[in-house]
């Protein structure tokens, strides 16, 4: 199993700078969300050339990490319909140049009708925002069978794919073989349910099975009655069981660091390398 990183939580710099302190700290690969990154890049089309481009997929080859996915999230259902037409249009052009990376997946999750905010609101669980999140992908999944690059989606509780079971529903209506999951067990938790977090993780193996690509990884512990994150091995999930869930099902699949601070990085990865590797052997023998 290959562990990465959501490269932005470096901070925004270089490519180069990036990828030398994500190589420094073991990891195998990035997530690249270019605006986020990448100093001075908006990620659209009319501010990066191909040499652009070019150069920085040749600054994650140098260092031997692979571009897991590039993240091109978005609000589907946001009230401003030319903001969300821009970056429709974004996320086509990122699955255009995902060959450049060698990258298969262009991710995003479901949006709110909380616009910016990207938070629950009562009209994200109702059959309008279902549809309107359809619409929205069935027509990129069109424009991404013909670039041959997946898309790749993200459920979460505040959102309008807001349970396991939602997201399978959508996945089973527009799926054209170039659909994708990415799984945040943390994003589906909040204070009523996270002490099933085992068990959200199985229903979302057992929906999905190998449709699974990659897996966001992340820890958090209970304060003032909420949800916090925190460095990865030093909170509730119990990530000993899950990975062994996840390796039955998804021995492919990549393992991506969300959210952790730069200072946590080195500690997190070593905790979480020996969990891999101890499954990993097991196998073996």
Same mark, same amino acid.
């Given at each position: 199993? #290959?562990?990465?990183?959501?490269?932005?939580?470096?901070?925004?710099?270089?490519?180069?700078?990036?990828?030398?302190?994500?190589?420094? +700290? @073991?990891?195998? @690969?990035?997530?690249?969300?270019?605006? #986020?990154?990448?100093?001075?890049?908006?990620?659209?089309?009319?501010?990066?050339?191909?040499?652009?481009?070019? &150069?920085?997929?040749?600054?994650? &080859? #140098?260092?031997?990490?692979?571009?897991?996915?590039?993240?091109?999230?978005?609000?589907?259902?946001?009230?401003?319909?030319?903001?969300?037409?821009?970056?429709?249009?974004?996320?086509?052009?990122?699955?255009?140049?995902?060959?450049?990376?060698?990258?298969?997946? =262009?991710?995003?999750?479901? @949006?709110?009708?909380?616009?910016? &905010?990207?938070?629950?609101?009562?009209?994200?669980?109702?059959?309008?925002?279902?549809?309107?999140?359809?619409?929205?992908?069935?027509?990129?999944?069109?424009?991404?069978?013909?670039?041959?690059?997946?898309?790749?989606?993200?459920?979460?509780?505040?959102?309008?794919?807001?349970?396991?079971?939602?997201?399978?529903?959508?996945? *089973?209506?527009?799926?054209?073989?170039?659909?994708?999951?990415?799984?945040? =067990?943390?994003?589906? !938790?909040?204070?009523?349910?996270?002490?099933?977090?085992?068990?959200?993780?199985?229903?979302? !193996?057992?929906?999905?099975?190998?449709?699974?690509? +990659?897996?966001?990884?992340? *820890?958090? =512990?209970?304060?003032?009655?909420?949800?916090?994150? =925190?460095?990865?091995?030093?909170?509730?999930?119990?990530?000993? +069981?899950?990975?062994?869930?996840?390796?039955?099902?998804?021995?492919?699949?990549? !393992?991506?660091?969300?959210?952790?601070? &730069?200072?946590?990085?080195?500690?997190?990865?070593?905790?979480?390398?020996? !969990?891999?590797?101890? +499954?990993?052997?097991?196998? #073996?023998?």
């Amino acid at each position: 199993m #290959k562990i990465g990183v959501r490269l932005h939580d470096f901070g925004k710099s270089d490519a180069e700078t990036l990828a030398n302190q994500a190589k420094e +700290i @073991g990891f195998d @690969g990035v997530q690249l969300v270019i605006n #986020k990154a990448i100093e001075g890049e908006t990620g659209l089309k009319d501010s990066l050339s191909e040499e652009k481009i070019q &150069k920085m997929s040749s600054a994650f &080859k #140098k260092q031997n990490l692979d571009v897991f996915m590039l993240g091109s999230y978005f609000n589907p259902v946001h009230s401003d319909k030319e903001k969300v037409k821009t970056l429709v249009d974004k996320f086509k052009y990122h699955l255009s140049i995902a060959k450049y990376f060698s990258c298969k997946y =262009v991710g995003s999750e479901t @949006g709110s009708y909380n616009d910016d &905010k990207w938070t629950y609101n009562p009209l994200n669980r109702t059959e309008e925002a279902f549809q309107e999140v359809k619409n929205i992908f069935q027509d990129i999944l069109n424009f991404a069978k013909k670039e041959k690059t997946n898309v790749a989606l993200e459920g979460a509780y505040g959102h309008c794919m807001f349970e396991p079971e939602r997201l399978k529903r959508l996945y *089973d209506e527009i799926d054209n073989g170039y659909l994708s999951i990415i799984v945040d =067990v943390y994003n589906y !938790l909040y204070i009523g349910n996270y002490q099933d977090h085992v068990e959200i993780l199985e229903k979302c !193996l057992n929906l999905f099975k190998d449709k699974i690509v +990659i897996f966001h990884i992340k *820890d958090f =512990v209970v304060k003032d009655n909420k949800l916090e994150q =925190v460095a990865i091995g030093k909170g509730l999930m119990k990530w000993d +069981i899950m990975l062994e869930k996840i390796y039955k099902v998804c021995p492919n699949a990549y !393992l991506i660091f969300e959210g952790s601070k &730069k200072e946590d990085m080195q500690e997190s990865y070593n905790y979480f390398y020996e !969990l891999v590797k101890k +499954i990993e052997n097991n196998d #073996k023998y």
